[in-house]
């Protein structure tokens, strides 16, 4: 049985840094990868972003057999009902993040088609939200 979370950003995630750094803050995801990596040496990431909804899809099903995945859908989170649909069909812990709080934002943003199929969702704690995600996934390992 592997032990990877599976860690997945969707679209436009990738410009992290330069995309607005006053709301999304200033770290790369590369640097969110390392942060994760440096925080959880014993856990394996398989980190990944794509701003094309059916290779997430693809990505939420390989994490079917995972240990847990935490997923930051970006603009997807407000629309996406088929990123819902495949994280419903996937039976491992499951936490939504956003780096900004989005019940801040614009109207649109402060709905999530995708928070009824996961387990947590994290909003407003930047980077910082990706790690208690994995700590919220390690616990949930252990069994408690
Ligand atoms: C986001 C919030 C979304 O509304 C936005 O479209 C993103 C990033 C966040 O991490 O705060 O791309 O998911």
């Known amino acids: 049985m592997p032990a990877d979370v599976f860690v997945l950003n969707g679209v436009n ?50 994490a079917a057999e995972s240990g847990g995945l935490v997923i930051n859908p970006g603009a997807w989170t407000h629309y996406s009902y088929a990123l819902h649909d495949a994280l419903e069909a996937v039976l491992v812990p499951k936490v939504e993040v956003h780096l900004s709080n989005v019940h801040v934002r614009e109207g649109w943003r402060r ?34």
């Open 13 to 62: 995630l990738r410009t992290l840094g330069q995309r607005r750094p006053e709301v999304y803050g200033t770290l790369t995801l590369n640097d969110i990868e390392i942060l994760l990596k440096d925080a959880f040496p014993a856990m394996e990431f398989q980190f990944r972003q794509t701003d094309y909804e059916g290779e997430m899809v693809g990505f939420i099903r390989e």
């Open 111 to 144: 709905h999530s088609v995708v928070s009824p199929a996961v387990d947590a969702v994290i909003a407003g704690m930047g980077a910082e939200g990706y790690r208690a995600a994995v700590a919220y996934l390690q616990s949930r390992r252990h069994g408690s």
